[in-house]
């Protein structure tokens, strides 16, 4: 079975950072881009940023750019999202997900698997 599998996530004061794992089930990330969003009740899906399947590219929303940071790692088949400098407006449910297919380069083309989902909620 295909999948994506998040972990991390949480309460955090703002200022305060976090740190969010993607990791790939039955198959291999290798050749995907990967890319992270997030959601707000109400609201449509927005995107945080993006990793080239080599892992030498990134980009990023303009409001998290320098406070976030997307990498990935082949040997544990997985995708990683550090947050430093959280706001309250970061609160929200982020998602990982890969390209619709082996392109490796950013932006994504399509979506392919997405993760579970996982809560991140700034506040004090």
């Known amino acids: 079975q295909l999948q994506l599998v998040q972990s991390g996530g949480g309460l955090v004061q703002p200022g305060g950072s976090l740190s969010l794992s993607c990791a790939a089930s039955g198959f291999s990330l290798d050749r995907y881009a990967i890319g992270w969003f997030r959601q707000v009740p109400g609201k449509a899906r927005e995107r945080v940023g993006c990793?080239?399947?080599?892992?030498?590219?990134?980009n990023y929303q303009d409001s998290v750019k320098g406070r976030f940071t997307i990498s990935r790692d082949s040997a544990k088949n997985s995708a990683y999202l550090q947050m430093n400098s959280l706001k309250a407006e970061d609160t929200a449910t982020y998602y990982c997900t890969i390209d619709g297919g082996p392109f490796g380069v950013c932006p994504l083309r399509g979506f392919g698997s997405w993760g579970q989902g996982t809560q991140v909620t700034v506040s004090s």
């Open positions: 990793i080239t399947s080599s892992g030498e590219d990134t």
